[in-house]
């Protein structure tokens, strides 16, 4: 028993120490292996959403953002949660069927994953905890990270600040530079 906690201290110290968001691996929306390291040299919004939020149009604004600014090197990555008020019930399945048939969404999606409490996944550890330049837990659905080209976290944005906000808008194309 205690050679298992001193593993998982020794992880999650790991996790909390990561230099960069590129060092994580996390599951896509299909359940294949997605390492963040794929998007390296890109600048990433990292959005957690649900399908039954009153944030949830927000996803129409996540692909314009995505149709716009794709091709100077900005990702849009959707990250599903059930963490806030049960608003993502389903499976990655259903989840991506609401996406693609609701918003026509085409950015990327990860698994669903869990962003507060013990269950949370590293990559959002690594975003909230207390290395990142923005701590403190997600306090709600459509929470955005952007993250600059070498993996570092660069700001945060509240769930009420639109995808395509000027606020926003302007933090992406300074990262973009």
């Known amino acids: 028993m205690k050679t298992l906690l001193l593993s998982l201290l020794a992880m999650t110290t790991s996790l909390f120490a990561a230099d960069s968001i590129h060092d994580?691996?996390?599951k896509d929306i299909d359940g294949k292996?997605?390492?963040l390291k794929t998007y390296a040299g890109k600048v990433l919004l990292i959005v957690n959403v649900a399908s039954e939020c009153g944030y949830t149009p927000q996803y129409a604004g996540m692909q314009a953002l995505h149709d716009k600014?794709?091709?100077k090197g900005l990702v849009v990555l959707g990250v599903p949660c059930n963490d806030f008020?049960?608003?993502e019930p389903g499976d990655e399945k259903a989840i991506k069927t609401f996406c693609t048939e609701n918003y026509k969404v085409t950015f990327p999606m990860t698994a669903k994953v869990s962003i507060k409490g013990d269950g949370k996944h590293a990559l959002y550890a690594a975003?909230?905890?207390p290395n990142s330049p923005v701590p403190g837990d997600v306090g709600w659905n459509f929470e955005k990270f952007l993250v600059g080209k070498d993996g570092r976290i660069l700001k945060r944005f509240g769930s009420d600040v639109e995808p395509t906000s000027g606020e926003l808008l302007d933090a992406i194309e300074a990262a973009l530079k």
Do not use: F, N, R, S
């Open 24 to 26: 994580i691996t996390m």
């Open 33 to 35: 292996d997605l390492p």
């Open 69 to 71: 600014v794709a091709d």
């Open 85 to 87: 008020g049960g608003q």
């Open 127 to 129: 975003l909230t905890g």
